[in-house]
């Protein structure tokens, strides 16, 4: 008859069990490791730690990875429901906190820090000193339920795509359009003959909505891989290109090319989780930055066009 493993709390580190969920996860100590923000032999000593005191190895090494055993799947399913419960006890305890000092972890995309919110973010920040501010500004999605960030500002194509554990507010609407220089577009009035290129962000290439209106654009592209590159080529009059209207409409060197229509990106969610979102400076932050959302409506809609 088969032994069960069952963890015991009392005798487990639960830096152990965290370490063994990443390698679980990834499979590959490696790859936990670097998730982890440590060196491949940490990974390796906890995990020998967990197995010395279960008396069982968690794990088979094979060429592709790491594979769990019928003693490291048993532990998994138990280990997943200790790291559920200690998320769950630690929200709990800070959705009691209803101070307003503290640290507020906010995620959402590198473009809406730097071309619509920072200065509602350093307006938060001055009237709520005690507040310490972490602004998590990546192409990553940071997991609210592991407490990677308190609030998350996202731009939501799908309402049905929300995640059921995470509570939502839903802010304006997001347009996007197509771009030009003003001094590009008044040479190509004047007849200026150099081509006009679409330029596109490598990874992403042109929209399917996009389209060049009244100007001929050539076939060869102008290629960069990040959005700051690409609004910067565009500003220099290389060519024209798709951006979301709040970036476009707001810099007073573009203007919308004659003849382009607007496309409705999707929309703008502010995310909390759990007892999280009761927290006092979780709960201030969320009601002055649905304000400063709605204030912005208009131009995240494309309803205040740069002039021709």
Request: with cysteine.
């Amino acid at each position: 008859m088969r032994t069960r493993v069952v963890p015991d709390c009392t005798m487990i580190d639960w830096d152990d069990i965290r370490y063994f969920l990443a390698v679980a996860r990834a499979g590959s100590v490696r790859a936990a490791a670097e998730g982890l923000g440590v060196n491949h032999s940490t990974v390796l000593r906890r995990i020998a730690q967990l197995e010395e005191r279960l008396g069982a190895h968690m794990f088979e090494k094979l060429p592709s990875g790491y594979r769990l055993t019928t003693a490291g799947e048993e532990v998994l399913e138990l280990a997943s429901q200790m790291e559920a419960s200690s998320h769950q006890l630690e929200s709990r305890v800070l959705g009691r906190d209803q101070g307003v000092r503290g640290l507020l972890r906010v995620t959402l995309a590198p473009t809406l820090v730097t071309h619509l919110l920072m200065p509602d973010l350093a307006a938060f920040a001055r009237l709520h000193p005690d507040i310490e501010m972490e602004i998590l500004s990546s192409g990553e999605l940071a997991n609210l339920t592991n407490r990677e960030a308190d609030v998350a500002v996202r731009v939501v194509y799908d309402r049905k795509t929300l995640p059921l554990n995470l509570h939502g507010l839903k802010g304006p609407e997001i347009s996007g359009g197509v771009y030009i220089a003003r001094d590009r577009l008044a040479a190509w009035r004047a007849g200026a003959p150099d081509p006009i290129r679409w330029i596109v962000i490598s990874m992403h290439g042109l929209p399917d909505w996009a389209g060049e209106g009244e100007v001929r654009t050539a076939g060869v592209p102008f290629r960069t891989t990040d959005g700051e590159a690409q609004l910067a080529a565009v500003r220099q009059g290389l060519g024209i290109t798709t951006l979301p209207c709040f970036v476009g409409d707001a810099d007073p060197l573009l203007s919308r090319v004659p003849g382009t229509d607007l496309h409705l990106h999707g929309t703008l969610w502010l995310l909390t989780q759990g007892e999280t979102r009761k927290t006092k400076r979780v709960r201030l932050f969320t009601e002055f930055l649905s304000r400063r959302l709605a204030a912005h409506a208009p131009l995240l809609a494309g309803l205040s066009p740069s002039g021709d």
